[in-house]
């Protein structure tokens, strides 16, 4: 398989779009399965074994919330 190429995306959902991932997510991690998700036209593979993490950054009056799954290829 080829390297992939870097890449950085911000998708903007609506709030419905946004809830029916974040279910679909919950569900995956608790069933311990690979988490599959379509982001600007790429499909991505978060596999179980993925680390989480939540963010948050202040700045110039601005809050921002990040919730992060890590993981490496193998």
Sequence with gaps: ???KQDRDI???YSTSEF???LRRLA???ESGE???I????ERIYVPAR???NI???REGGEEEIEFQLKWADQ
Excluded: P, R, T, Y
């Design 1 to 3: 398989m080829g390297e």
């Design 10 to 12: 911000e998708k903007i």
């Design 19 to 21: 809830v029916a991932k």
């Design 27 to 29: 569900d995956s991690l």
């Design 34 to 36: 690979q988490f599959e």
């Design 38 to 41: 379509q982001v600007a036209g």
């Design 50 to 52: 993925a680390e989480f």
């Design 55 to 57: 963010e948050h950054e």
